[in-house]
């Protein structure tokens, strides 16, 4: 269970851990917008990560310049490698999978392209939105309990189908399978309570939230399919590095902020 010291930080970063309102609706603001479901704040999130189907159309729109890099998941470490990209993140996907090796700034570029587009603010979401949303009312370590052990259940993790392909990775690979190497479909795995898809796993998600002052770098959290340790897949887990990183196991989800 939530300890009281925890209650009382998410208490004073005023994340009341309520529950999602029963008229809660989906809603889409165009045929390509993420599905959007309403949170207690007002505002709203979206029920998936973007996906590739969805950045493609703003990378069609907006002429997305082609990126000379992306970080890769390898058997010992995370490496840069040269021409890989959201188009070639070094496994295959299919449209439905989350978009990766897209930097803050791209995140940032696609969700003022939903607004324009749109007529709708919308925007990353903060650290502490994100947090809330992730644990949907609930004061357990994980969105789905306290037990880690229903993990491959709920996310998508480094488990055996991730251990397979990568057999030299020295860390301690968790044992359960969840069914997906690499990313999964976005709805593949159950929704939280409030409707949200990969609360937690498949990848990392950006935030709009800064370190420590420092806005060269930003959060991500949620952990991702290349992550076996379950402190960065709790409710308030988290990682932070720099805005202009690209890695295979980084995507992002955006808020649209009410009228």
């Given at each position: 269970?939530?300890?009281?010291?925890?209650?009382?930080?998410?208490?004073?970063?005023?994340?009341?851990?309520?529950?999602?309102?029963?008229?809660?609706?989906?809603?889409?603001?165009?045929?390509?917008?993420?599905?959007?479901?309403?949170?207690?704040?007002?505002?709203?999130?979206?029920?998936?990560?973007?996906?590739?189907?969805?950045?493609?159309?703003?990378?069609?729109?907006?002429?997305?310049?082609e990126q000379p890099d992306c970080v890769l998941r390898t058997d010992k470490r995370f490496q840069k490698t040269d021409g890989a990209n959201w188009q070639n993140p070094g496994f295959e996907q299919a449209g439905d999978h989350p978009v990766v090796c897209v930097t803050w700034l791209d995140a940032t570029a696609y969700a003022d392209w939903l607004s324009e587009?749109?007529?709708?603010?919308?925007?990353?979401?903060?650290?502490?939105?994100?947090?809330?949303?992730?644990?949907?009312?609930?004061?357990?370590?994980?969105?789905?309990?306290?037990?880690?052990?229903?993990?491959?259940?709920?996310?998508?993790?480094?488990?055996?189908?991730?251990?397979?392909?990568?057999?030299?990775?020295?860390?301690?690979?968790?044992?359960?399978?969840?069914?997906?190497?690499?990313?999964?479909?976005?709805?593949?795995?159950?929704?939280?309570?409030?409707?949200?898809?990969?609360?937690?796993?498949?990848?990392?998600?950006?935030?709009?939230?800064?370190?420590?002052?420092?806005?060269?770098?930003?959060?991500?959290?949620?952990?991702?399919?290349?992550?076996?340790?379950?402190?960065?897949?709790?409710?308030?887990?988290?990682?932070?590095?720099?805005?202009?990183?690209?890695?295979?196991?980084?995507?992002?989800?955006?808020?649209?902020?009410?009228?």
């Open positions: 269970m939530i300890t009281l010291m925890r209650l009382l930080h998410l208490t004073l970063l005023g994340l009341v851990l309520t529950a999602h309102p029963a008229s809660a609706q989906l809603s889409r603001d165009c045929p390509d917008c993420p599905a959007m479901i309403e949170l207690p704040s007002g505002a709203a999130m979206a029920t998936t990560l973007v996906t590739r189907d969805m950045f493609s159309v703003f990378a069609e729109e907006t002429q997305f310049p587009t749109t007529g709708r603010l919308y925007r990353l979401p903060t650290w502490e939105e994100s947090v809330e949303a992730t644990a949907a009312g609930s004061e357990t370590a994980f969105w789905w309990g306290d037990d880690f052990a229903n993990v491959c259940e709920n996310a998508n993790v480094a488990d055996a189908a991730y251990r397979e392909i990568f057999p030299e990775d020295p860390r301690n690979i968790l044992e359960c399978s969840d069914g997906h190497a690499h990313t999964a479909p976005v709805t593949a795995f159950p929704a939280n309570a409030w409707g949200i898809h990969d609360a937690a796993g498949n990848v990392w998600q950006w935030t709009n939230s800064c370190v420590g002052g420092d806005c060269s770098n930003a959060i991500f959290r949620g952990g991702a399919w290349t992550v076996p340790n379950p402190k960065h897949l709790r409710s308030d887990g988290q990682w932070a590095d720099r805005v202009r990183l690209r890695n295979n196991a980084i995507g992002f989800r955006v808020m649209r902020d009410p009228d």
